[in-house]
């Protein structure tokens, strides 16, 4: 049976991970600190928890020196664009130096292949859309410019060590597990989706509208909402690629549809059958008018193929995930 580390396994896309390898019989051994992930996320009693830190280099030594593991997927990181920006050295700390820790320790133990979670905000500012993965890379925040190190340092690591691996540029991740056991939760959360779902609830104050004069149909940014499960899926095709021997490569992943900040609201009214309770607010600095992933190559090459496409299924999936959560408080 297939033995895999998954690092940050207890945060949101994590979670949606463990349950979908355990679904699919692997052996799961999951690594958090649980600074942001939550332990009750790992639904599943299979999946072993060792609560840690991936820069912990003495933890790595011995995990790899006691267990054998067929991969590595690594979804711990910081992903607050605004906090990257007033807090540098956090990020610089968390997402590429203990990165580093990682793949020195998986090189030195023979580990591989990784599955690395990177972000649409390693291009930065689109030259075009869709973005596909010639767009050229020029990140505006060090959220970005933190995965844009470490796929930098994926290939160079391949190149010197034979580190195989996979960079994966989530664009906009949303939704739940479609069996409602596990959903997004953030530490303040700041995601669109789930905001309007509690304005809805009246968990929260109305949402802000972080501008409506985006040179866009509607004037709100356009954005591309790609359901958390179909993400997972891609990791696990993405596993499948490497163990084929193929080689390292980076992969963009939403749906190629964009929607804007009002497209969502009308699709968790829809979803919701109430109004979201809104008020229009400034523009939120970094926020690029429009992103939308070109994911053809994910598409050919991986053969991974997005189920929850549409954004009332998305809505839906999160909904069903947020009424669960009132009820469990
Ligand atoms: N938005 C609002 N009001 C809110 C929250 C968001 O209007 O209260 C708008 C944003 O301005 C943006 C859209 O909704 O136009 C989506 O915002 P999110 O914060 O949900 O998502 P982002 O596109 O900002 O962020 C996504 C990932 C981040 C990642 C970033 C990189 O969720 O983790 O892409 O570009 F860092």
Redesign the pocket.
Known sequence: MFNLLVIGGAGYIGSHMVKQLLEADYHVVVLDDLSTGFENAITAENARLIIGDVGDRALLDLLFSTEKFDGVLHFASL???GESVAQPARYYRSNVAKTLTLLEAMVEHGVGPLIFSS???VFGEPEYSPIDEAHRQAPINP??ASKFMVERMLEDFDRAYGLKSVALR????AGADPEGRIGERHDPE????P?ALHAVLGARPP?????RDYSTPDG??V?DYIHVTDLAEAHLRALEYLWAGNPTARFNLGNGNGFS?QE?MDAVERVTGQPVPHEN?P??TG??AH?VADSRAAKSTLGWNPRYADIDTIVAHAWAWEQKRVRLR
């Open positions: 992903i607050q664009v972000t649409a905000a959220y970005g989530y664009f906009n991740a700041t995601h669109l989706i905001l949402l802000k509208v972080f501008g709100t940014c954005r900040v969502v607010a523009r939120r926020d690029p992103l």
